[in-house]
């Protein structure tokens, strides 16, 4: 694989999520398949290294009072899927390495003289690495210390607990003078640490091919992610020459580093492009818009400044956004832009939101005068009609309890339960069917004909608005003639609007990170957040004139489409990005004849979607 090509193609290649993992994963699968430095004639075939090695390792297992063992079964090279080099053998580990299970804790010590020790547990072994940081300390009894101490160059290996602990493998140092390792923990030693380099072992236990052995081990045998001895032992080492081992650890090395600057690349890449949409959008959010400037005529020149930065955001979206998040952060300033009247200019001909909650007032009580509503709902609440936003002309601040003509919780559970639900029947809107202001059905969570008989107060109408009162607040959708006559859930709220009243902009009112964080600040529950009406009803809010209301929400659906259309355009980015990668990696393997093609339209494909 050449640094040259991936540095290339690194800018496209690296908008993959997981590019820089999989550059790392395919660096060591190159090397314990022996395609990442070529072989050498004058090495040492692995023969005679395998040989010496085998001697050793029983004069080692006779040292250290280890009895002989049942053989294990063997794994052919052509069960690996993959042809080892022909200089290359292929041991199992217990044909090379004396391997010894740790300490167990909690054993009957009494009577015997011990010796206080830190020692090493599952946590301590990374992939490639010991994390020191938080040993414990044990007792064990001093005649067993030469079993279990450890020396310079053991290779340490984690049994299991989850799929990530499972065959983790480090080399340890002597970065503690005495130390030992707990019965989760196999110390796997080479007799002859000069001609086994313990770098390779750890190159090919943390590769994937490596991963997959003990995975397929450890489903044979348990419902766990673990190993035991025997496995270890069985498991296959593709082995090179010694001199082959230290070109490929050298290589490793080299690549490796490669991949750290490719990170430290893409890191300060992203943070920078998130600065800028942090910036951006931020200006855009900010309650007021200063300019530099001590001119007199300051409110339009503020005016001016920020429709320029506007102007500059919405042009180059594309650019700016490149990752889920910025698109999530995009909707939401949106959203804040809409309900404080920066989205759409203001139209003076316009009939002003004062005359509008008039005319609410007057619908409120015709609706009283023909019992169709409570004098209730005539109640304005007491308290100042603070903003933190300054109103842009012709817009009122109002509480909502001035703007509602109903609102409605639904169903007390002693009302509803779950006894009366059942497949096929009325959808039941609960907060959870309420999803990016639509009202989705949610299977088995519906009733039937008598049960919505007997609560027929709850059912929606048509220009309902639906809330949902518990977890995630802010989630709303209007009710359209397709759902009229479903059920309001347990879990949520009936918001009716005057007919004089956009619901559309109050949906999108609702859910603006302005409500969402008065909500969230004022709902009440210690595991899961709950609304009631006083909260929802003392929201003050920005009331525009109604024209401008559809005239904003029009402008919101349609950046709403551009933002649609930007996560398309990222996943369509991420795909082409994977085929790239895909495709240089592959060239590691293949001629580069046989991939020249794929990587032209490949690129050709990126490059016009950049542009």
């Not at 940081?133 to 340490?156: F, N, Q, W």
């Not at 009162?469 to 059920?487: F, I, P």
Request: proline share 6%.
């Amino acid at each position: 694989m050449s640094p040259e090509r991936l540095l290339q193609h690194f800018t496209r290649i690296s908008e993959a999520p997981d590019a820089i993992p999989r550059l790392r994963n395919f660096v060591l699968d190159l090397a314990v398949r022996g395609k990442l430095v070529e072989q050498d004639p004058n090495d040492e075939p692995a023969t005679a290294l395998l040989c010496k090695l085998l001697e050793a390792k029983d004069r080692l297992q006779e040292e250290e009072n280890i009895r002989g063992r049942q053989p294990v079964p063997r794994t052919e090279s052509s069960e690996l899927g993959f042809v080892i080099p022909n200089s290359w053998e292929l041991p199992a580990f217990d044909d090379v390495f004396v391997i010894v299970s740790g300490v167990t804790k909690g054993r009957n010590l009494a009577g015997r003289k011990t010796i206080e020790l830190p020692y090493l547990r599952v946590a301590n072994v990374q992939r490639g690495y010991l994390d020191l940081s938080a040993m414990k300390t044990i007792s064990i009894p001093e005649d067993e210390l030469p079993r279990y101490a450890l020396r310079h160059g053991d290779v340490l290996m984690t049994e299991g607990g989850d799929w990530d602990k499972l065959g983790r493998a480090a080399i340890w140092l002597g970065e503690i003078a005495q130390c030992i390792h707990q019965n989760h923990v196999f110390r796997v030693r080479s007799p002859l640490p000069e001609k086994l380099h313990p770098r390779w072992v750890v190159t090919y236990t943390n590769s994937l091919l490596g991963r997959i052995y003990f995975e397929n081990a450890s489903k044979q045998t348990t419902n766990l992610a673990s190993i035991n001895m025997t496995q270890l032992r069985g498991c296959p080492l593709p082995l090179p020459p010694l001199a082959e081992q230290h070109r490929i650890v050298a290589k490793v090395d080299e690549l490796m580093a490669l991949c750290d600057q490719f990170e430290a690349v893409k890191t300060e890449r992203e943070q920078s492009r998130d600065r800028l949409v942090t910036a951006s959008l931020h200006r855009l959010n900010s309650p007021t818009d200063t300019v530099a400037t001590d001119a007199p005529d300051l409110p339009a020149q503020q005016a001016d400044a920020f429709r320029d930065h506007a102007r500059f955001v919405f042009d180059h979206l594309p650019l700016l956004t490149t990752r889920p998040e910025h698109i999530k952060q995009l909707r939401q300033t949106i959203l804040n832009l809409a309900v404080r009247g920066k989205l759409v200019r203001q139209d003076s001909n316009d009939e002003p939101a004062a005359e509008l909650l008039k005319r609410i007032q007057e619908e409120k009580a015709q609706l009283v005068k023909e019992g169709k509503i409570s004098r209730d709902n005539l109640r304005i609440l007491a308290g100042d009609n603070e903003l933190s936003f300054e109103l842009k002309p012709g817009w009122q601040a109002a509480r909502i309890s001035q703007i509602l003509v109903e609102l409605q919780t639904g169903p007390f559970g002693s009302s509803l339960h779950q006894s009366d639900y059942q497949k096929g029947g009325i959808p039941v809107i609960n907060p959870a069917s309420i999803k990016n202001e639509r009202l989705i059905p949610i299977d088995g969570m519906a009733v039937g004909p008598a049960t919505l008989e007997r609560l027929a107060t709850f059912k929606l109408r048509t220009g309902d608005i639906v809330m949902g009162r518990r977890g995630e607040m802010g989630r709303c959708a209007v009710v359209t003639e397709h759902e009229s006559g479903w059920l309001c859930g347990t879990g949520s709220l009936i918001l009716r609007l005057p007919e004089c009243v956009f619901p559309r902009f109050f949906v999108t009112l609702i859910g603006s990170p302005f409500v969402r964080e008065y909500l969230g600040g004022s709902a009440v529950g210690a595991t899961m957040q709950n609304l009631n009406q006083s909260i929802l009803l003392n929201l003050v809010i920005g009331l525009p004139p109604l024209a401008e209301q559809h005239r904003i929400i029009a402008r919101v659906d349609e950046l709403m489409a551009l933002c649609d259309q930007l996560e398309a355009q990222l996943t369509v980015t991420e795909a082409d990005s994977r085929r790239l990668l895909e495709a240089v990696l592959h060239e590691a393997l293949n001629s580069f004849a046989e991939v020249t093609e794929q990587l032209e339209s490949v690129t050709a494909r990126t490059n016009a979607l950049q542009n």
